[in-house]
């Protein structure tokens, strides 16, 4: 298993600002991953952070928007750029400890006004 | 994307009941996996199966999964009011380099 902690915990913003979620892992992992939770819905992959490379992102989302750094095997960070009331949800990392077994983080909690 | 639906969305039972949630996919995996997730917080990693596995239990959690008919369910014995909470299952397959894939999700209410 991993814990996984994430910060913030919650945040209100405002439109047209930015804000970047770190996320941090009690051990190396090799894959690491950002989820978007609308509210009342499942989650969505956004991206895979790869350490060393760039992210990759899924249908729908772009690195304009939803930069990921990964600069090592136990941190990551998402930022939401240029937000609008649409990217209200919970975003949520993850780590991939063995062959697609991923334990979460807490998530961040994002109101944006 | 989504390639799981679970069933049933809601689910309201008395403290001490079973509850019994279903999840079906649609291509092949490698495993499935079952998550809690307390009030719209993190989730919480229940149990994986694989898909060579038919059951697997974890103290009151019990998870089958059914290849030929694509599906699984997890079943919570004598449930608590901490049980509250939603369910997901998740699919990971080799063609999708496992990422995961989730379902909707069963909203489970334990009455007192």
């Known amino acids: 298993s991993a814990v996984i902690s994430q910060k913030p915990s919650r945040d209100i913003c405002q439109r047209g600002t930015s804000l970047t979620i770190q996320c941090q892992v009690d051990s190396q992992v090799t894959m690491m991953f950002w989820y978007r939770q609308q509210p009342g819905q499942s989650l969505t992959l956004i991206a895979t952070a790869n350490q060393g490379s760039e992210a990759t992102y899924e249908s729908g989302f772009v690195i304009d928007k939803f930069p990921i750094s990964r600069p090592n095997l136990t941190f990551s960070t998402l930022t939401v750029s240029n937000m609008s009331p649409e990217d209200s949800s919970i975003y949520l990392c993850s780590a991939d400890v063995s062959y697609s077994e991923q334990f979460f983080g807490p998530g961040t909690r994002l109101t944006v006004l | 994307s989504q390639q799981g639906e679970e069933d049933p969305q809601a689910l309201s039972i008395q403290e001490g009941e079973n509850a019994t949630m279903n999840c079906s996919y649609k291509?092949?995996?490698?495993?499935l996996q079952w998550y809690r997730q307390n009030s719209g917080r993190g989730l919480v990693h229940l149990i994986l199966i694989r898909s060579n596995e038919r059951e697997k239990h974890s103290g009151r959690l019990r998870v089958t999964l059914d290849t030929s008919k694509k599906s699984s369910s997890l079943l919570i014995t004598a449930s608590r009011a901490a049980d509250t909470a939603s369910y997901f299952c998740a699919t990971a397959d080799r063609s999708n380099d496992y990422k995961l894939s989730f379902g909707a999700g069963t909203t489970v209410t334990v009455r007192a």
């Open positions: 291509t092949s995996i490698n495993n």
